[in-house]
């Protein structure tokens, strides 16, 4: 659990690193159970014709960097949540990651104390989640640098990815480094003390892809307080309230830059994205409600992947229009 110190300092200043929680061993499965999705995803991009090898000899961190350079469409297909947006994507590529050892991290006990500390003990997963792997920029190009699942991320705060239903919802975004990440690595960075004005702060629509909507800086340093990187090792955690401002550096290292942003927030309220499935991952009331079997996790995105692919899916799966509206805006030039 975290302790007095460490909530007072989260309440201040909106964000707190707690070092290191997971260890190797903890790492590990996850690891391989990745490196397996990489040769699924491998198989079926070169058998559509979209790779000219599955590149089975490489280590994981090249064969990923390299499959990515030539089909962008694999960081779909290593995804940990669903596409929002569907346009000139292959159905047959898109679907969610649910690997067991993907469901021992969203509820491993050490993430849902910390969880737990913060939001008390009736715990659910939100499904906006993302998986980061990050190769170096300089091996990105055309619109791929322009998407924070690989590039850099622009500031924004999380509550603005959500639709309107969840904007009382408590969310707590809980940032999970895989590999080390150094300022060159691209951590995150955030503005101490931005989430005090308890407002979804205005975001203009991304320049070169309108999905990756970003507070410009007149609004950013309006308190006149400077960025803080977050630079930490693998195994740590970053919290983040759902309106404290932040992004994340490019990676200007040479290795792979891997994290995943999960969220959690209580039981029963809205989650910003219904067409999703959330999970009951602790509940201190009624312990036989808690979600354990990594089946239903996998079946229920299979369902909902289904739904989607289908068209059954039939209300919007995000607020498209929110910061599209603030295309003309002077603050966005
Ligand atoms: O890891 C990143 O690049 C950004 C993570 C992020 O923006 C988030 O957790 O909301």
Request: aromatic share 8%; charged share 25%; proline share 7%.
């Amino acid at each position: 659990m975290l302790s007095a110190a460490q909530l007072q300092q989260f309440a201040d200043q909106g964000f707190l690193l707690i070092p290191e929680v997971l260890v190797d061993a903890d790492l590990q499965p996850l690891e391989a159970e990745y490196e397996d999705a990489l040769s699924e995803a491998a198989a079926q991009l070169f058998q559509r014709g979209h790779i000219r090898s599955t590149y089975d000899d490489l280590p994981f961190d090249d064969r990923y960097m390299t499959i990515l350079s030539e089909s962008p469409s694999l960081f779909y297909y290593l995804g940990i949540s669903l596409p929002l947006d569907y346009e000139g994507l292959d159905p047959n590529l898109v679907r969610a990651h649910t690997g067991q050892h993907l469901f021992g991290l969203l509820r491993h006990p050490k993430i849902l104390d910390i969880v737990e500390s913060v939001l008390g003990g009736e715990i659910s997963s939100n499904p906006i989640q993302q998986v980061r792997l990050k190769p170096p920029q300089r091996l990105l190009t055309g619109t791929m640098a322009d998407y924070s699942n690989v590039g850099a991320t622009t500031w924004h705060q999380d509550l603005g990815a959500a639709m309107d239903e969840a904007l009382d919802t408590e969310l707590l975004t809980v940032w999970f480094a895989m590999t080390d990440a150094s300022e060159e690595m691209g951590c995150l960075q955030v503005i101490p003390g931005s989430h005090k004005d308890s407002a979804l702060s205005l975001h203009c629509p991304g320049k070169n892809n309108q999905a990756e909507n970003y507070i410009p800086t007149s609004i950013l340093q309006r308190h006149g307080i400077n960025p803080v990187s977050l630079p930490c090792r693998r195994g740590s955690v970053v919290l983040l309230t759902k309106y404290t401002e932040h992004g994340a550096l490019a990676n200007e290292s040479d290795r792979l830059r891997w994290s995943f942003d999960l969220r959690y927030q209580k039981t029963g309220e809205p989650t910003g994205r219904p067409a999703f499935p959330s999970f009951v991952w602790r509940s201190r009331s009624r312990p036989e409600t808690e979600i354990t079997d990594p089946r239903v996790y996998e079946k229920a995105w299979a369902d909902t992947r289904q739904r989607v692919l289908s068209g059954e899916q039939t209300g919007p799966l995000y607020e498209q229009d929110r910061w599209l509206r603030n295309r003309d805006n002077p603050v966005c030039a």
